[in-house]
């Protein structure tokens, strides 16, 4: 599985930007796609997560309200929809894919990653 992600950018605070991660290769019906971020001298934290399977989304504590995660599975393409951006959630954001076992929220779920890309945002 190939992950491509795009979309980042510099924002000032309460601007938007909407993030994609473009999948090719094998198929994967059964993968949760996540997106994750790590701002400098930080762990890489999860923020949102979605089902190739269902519509099901799953958040982080730091997306709630303000994110929202969707796929376009004739695209194979998942979308992370930032809103109210805040100078806290400046960071390299990536996109993940794998079968979220144990949990989807972690890290070590995940089997492939894309290159990440920077989310800039100023006060």
């Known amino acids: 599985v190939q992950l491509q992600a795009s979309g980042g950018g510099l924002v000032q605070a309460g601007g938007s930007l909407r993030l994609s991660c473009a999948a090719s290769?094998?198929?994967?019906?059964?993968?949760?796609m996540g997106w994750f971020r790590q701002a400098p001298g930080k762990e890489r934290e999860f923020v949102a997560a979605?089902?190739?399977?269902?519509?099901?989304?799953y958040y982080g504590e730091s997306a709630k309200g303000r994110f929202t995660i969707s796929r376009d599975n004739a695209k194979n393409t998942v979308y992370l929809q930032m809103n109210s951006l805040k100078p806290e959630d400046t960071a390299v954001y990536y996109c993940?894919?794998?079968?979220?076992?144990?949990?989807?929220?972690?890290?070590?779920?995940?089997?492939?990653w894309g290159q990440g890309t920077q989310v800039t945002v100023s006060s």
């Open positions: 290769g094998r198929t994967f019906s059964s993968y949760v």
């Open positions: 979605i089902r190739w399977s269902d519509d099901s989304p």
């Open positions: 993940a894919a794998g079968y979220g076992e144990p949990s989807l929220r972690t890290v070590q779920s995940y089997d492939f």
